[in-house]
């Protein structure tokens, strides 16, 4: 623990599960005290016992994001007074991915991903910025993806959410970084999941040509997360930072 965190609070949504949960036990052990966030209570119930065995912080509050600002609002309410009346890190990290291609999505489908993936964090930011003001800062990390900005014949709707996102992200760094709050977002590449187990994941082979040449790990991702989140990025505000192996900035030429 190098204890980068250290007194922070901080808020994860989507955080019973792989890129969420990594974020959620790598802030326990850089210091802060964590609201896992969720919908699952057991499964948050086994990140939370995680953290604190290994001598972090952290509370359960549960939460269903469906993108109505009530909802929003309620998950900023009891967080903040689970966490001793203040949010010093939010990471709107929850979404969910139907990788259906334009023509086999229906209306709901299309609602819902939007209500899920912008609507959800566009109201929990707007419930927690004002109060990181008040408290003199903070800072918002957003999970955008490398899809927003390479064209792929499937995923059209998930796609367009995370450049949404993404955009998001420099409005707000606009809005809010001169009171004090950062904004920035990670774009992650293809990462592992750890329900695959010892099996390929299917999109592996989109690595293929890249600098790391394979998949990324939640880890990877959650390390990104802490140094948004730290004073080490203080001058750090409305980026974008690619966590992707490569992906979407470089191309690997063999020579063979």
Do not use: C
Not at 63 to 89: C, N
């Amino acid at each position: 623990m190098t204890a980068r965190l250290q007194g922070r609070t901080a808020l994860v949504t989507g955080a019973t599960s792989n890129i969420g949960q990594a974020i959620a036990v790598a802030f326990g052990a850089e210091g802060a005290h964590v609201v896992v966030s969720g919908r699952s209570t057991a499964r948050g119930a086994e990140v939370v016992a995680g953290i604190r065995a290994a001598g972090g912080r952290a509370d359960f509050v549960a939460a269903d994001l469906d993108g109505g600002a009530a909802a929003s609002t309620a998950l900023a309410a009891e967080a903040a007074r689970v966490l001793g009346g203040r949010i010093d890190v939010l990471v709107n990290n929850a979404g969910i991915f139907p990788g259906d291609v334009t023509t086999a999505t229906d209306e709901a489908t299309f609602d819902q991903v939007y209500a899920v993936n912008v609507k959800a964090p566009f109201f929990l930011t707007a419930a927690v910025a004002p109060a990181m003001v008040e408290a003199g800062g903070g800072a918002i990390v957003n999970l955008g993806s490398w899809v927003a900005r390479l064209g792929l014949p499937v995923g059209a709707l998930y796609s367009s959410t995370k450049g949404a996102v993404e955009t998001l992200t420099r409005a707000w760094a606009a809005e809010f970084g001169p009171s004090g709050v950062r904004v920035n977002a990670i774009s992650p590449g293809v990462i592992r999941s750890p329900a695959l187990g010892d099996r390929p994941h299917p999109a592996e082979v989109m690595m293929r040509g890249t600098p790391a040449g394979t998949t990324g790990s939640p880890e990877a991702i959650a390390q990104a997360a802490v140094y948004l989140a730290s004073d080490e990025a203080a001058f750090v505000h409305g980026t974008v930072l690619d966590v992707d192996g490569g992906r979407v900035g470089v191309a690997v030429v063999s020579g063979t």
